[in-house]
């Protein structure tokens, strides 16, 4: 059984603040990775994807991707209110097959 | 308006009635999908299609079917509904290039509840 594995939280961090959200996997050949933010109520919306080892960085938000360890994690600098969100996790198997985490709820405080 | 458009938004309906959920797209994706969320579990695929003529069962398959109608239309069918069934509900499609894809865009859901 794939399986794509996130703290379902709440992770509460200041405002301004970095907030780290963390995501493992336990197919080794998984290739494509990609963090998705969900309003409460609302459809997911694709943040970040990353395809190869190390950081990519958009903005305010870093992926970060170690194959080697199967986990993959999104940073968010300067947490923002509007950032209060829950953020899914998925990858793609080595099947092609999309398998997603429970997500992680973030509340930023003011 | 919506790139993604599912229709109903929310549904209210009693055990054993037949329920269809719609969606088109503007985008100009050939890939849709439909998937069902439930709290604490997150996203699980039920039903996909990469063309008009391909349609791929999911991980949780029964109890549904599909009709894909046009390459912009993609409609859900719960012939006989169950109180199991009562979740929210996504379509998305894809245009991303290869079998590595999991670039959605997803429309805004339908969220049904079954007496």
């Known amino acids: 059984q794939k399986e794509v594995e996130q703290n379902s939280g709440p992770l509460s961090v200041p405002e301004g603040a970095i907030a780290s959200l963390n995501c493992t996997y336990s197919d080794r050949g998984s290739q494509s990775f990609f963090w998705y933010r969900q309003y409460s109520g609302k459809s997911p919306e694709l943040i970040m994807s990353?395809?190869s080892n190390g950081d990519k960085e958009d903005g305010r938000f870093t992926a970060q991707l170690n194959k080697a360890s199967q986990y993959v994690s999104l940073l968010i600098r300067d947490s923002q209110p509007s950032d209060s969100a829950t953020y899914l996790c998925?990858?793609?198997?080595?099947?092609?097959?999309?398998?997603w985490g429970a997500g992680t709820k973030l509340i930023i405080k003011p | 308006d919506a790139d993604v458009t599912q229709t109903p938004r929310n549904r209210i309906t009693k055990t054993g009635k037949r329920i269809m959920l719609e969606c088109s797209q503007t985008k100009g994706h050939d890939r849709m999908y439909w998937y069902r969320q439930d709290p604490g579990l997150g996203l699980r695929l039920i039903y996909y299609?990469?063309?008009?003529?391909?349609?791929n069962k999911g991980e949780i398959s029964d109890g549904y079917s599909v009709s894909r109608q046009a390459q912009a239309k993609f409609s859900l069918s719960l012939e006989s509904a169950i109180p199991n069934q009562t979740a929210l509900y996504f379509c998305a499609t894809s245009d991303f290039p290869g079998p590595n894809t999991g670039e959605l865009f997803f429309g805004e859901g339908s969220r049904l509840t079954v007496l």
């Open positions: 998925a990858v793609t198997a080595s099947n092609y097959q999309l398998i």
């Open positions: 990353i395809y």
């Open positions: 299609s990469f063309d008009v003529k391909d349609i």
